[in-house]
């Protein structure tokens, strides 16, 4: 996975702006933070005074035990991730653990447990927020860019919006046109390294 500063260069946000291009409406809150998808972007997280601290997973699934996530980092370092009943996960819309694959990208945020593990309250499952280029509208899909590097966004039925100027949601694409600057905010597919879209903003 190559590496490249994401507008501010967050270290823990890096694999959310790059994972797509290596060669992602959740409605809530718990104590640490908001769980919908714009959440896992936040500066900073909203704590509840009760938590002392909270952690920061992100890298890719190279095993699954029982409930447990083994991520290794974009960093080199390796991570537990401990799934519960009350874990949020998002993998393009709302969804259940059992939905998450090894291979799969991850970021997720929790409080750390003695033993080193993240027992988790939010998984996003290879969510991306990527700045790009239209270069071509089919009914289905977009040709997008980002730099030099080419990929395919998928827009799924009952689930990618628009935004135009800031304004409203909308389902309607239509006022997308080749050569606008659009960011997409959706979920990486391994497969292929194209993009489902939950969002794309333009005119932002």
Known sequence: ???QNDNGGLGR???LTTA???GATIVGATALGGIDADAAFASEPSLDPAISASSFVEGRITGITGSVLQVAGSYGDRSRVQMTNATSVWKVQPTTAAEIEVGDGLYARGVP???GTVA???VWVNI???DTQIRGIAKSR???SHGRHEFIGHVLPDTTNASYAGRALTSDLSRLRIGQSAQVLGAWRPSDDSV???RISVGH
């Open 1 to 3: 996975m190559y590496r």
């Open 13 to 15: 946000r890096r694999f």
């Open 20 to 22: 797509a291009l290596s």
């Open 113 to 115: 447990m003695p033993d």
């Open 120 to 122: 988790a309250d939010a």
């Open 128 to 130: 991306v927020n990527i």
């Open 142 to 144: 977009l040709h997008l």
């Open 196 to 198: 489902d879209i939950v």
